[in-house]
């Protein structure tokens, strides 16, 4: 079952990587949830290039995320794009569903001031 779960989400993934893509004007912002962590990159794709990244570990050093410490990344990563000058940015969520902690983290970064 979970690896059927796992060639799903790939497949979805792939379908949304064909149309969205992070530019200069426009970095792409991936998420990525793992059952321990959340992690989020800002991407140049042109350059191929991280331009901030984020992670629940640099919050807290807790075994699981909740929804609560998913926005907080999210805040997190809005603030370091304003360091680097970024106010909007074109959101990639990885082939999950726009549900629990990846809707959590979204809200959070939009509430920190992120565009998407």
């Known amino acids: 079952m979970a690896k059927q779960k796992e060639d799903r989400r790939l497949r979805i993934k792939k379908r949304i ?4 893509s992070g ?5 792409r912002l991936s998420v990525f ?3 321990s962590a959340i992690y989020a990159q800002i991407i140049d794709d042109t350059k191929g290039i991280t331009l901030a990244s984020a992670t629940s570990r640099e919050i807290a050093d ?12 999210g805040k997190l990563i ?9 106010s909007a940015v074109t959101f990639d969520r990885n ?3 726009y ?8 809200d959070g970064a939009r509430e920190g001031g992120l565009q998407f």
């Open 78 to 86: 809005a603030q370091k794009a304003a360091e680097k000058g970024i």
């Open 99 to 106: 549900h629990g902690k990846v809707k959590s983290f979204a």
């Open 62 to 73: 807790r075994k699981s995320v909740n929804l609560e410490l998913a926005g907080q990344v």
């Open 95 to 97: 082939g999950y569903l």
């Open 33 to 35: 949830r793992s059952n």
């Open 17 to 20: 990587r064909k149309k969205i």
């Open 23 to 27: 530019n200069e004007s426009r970095p």
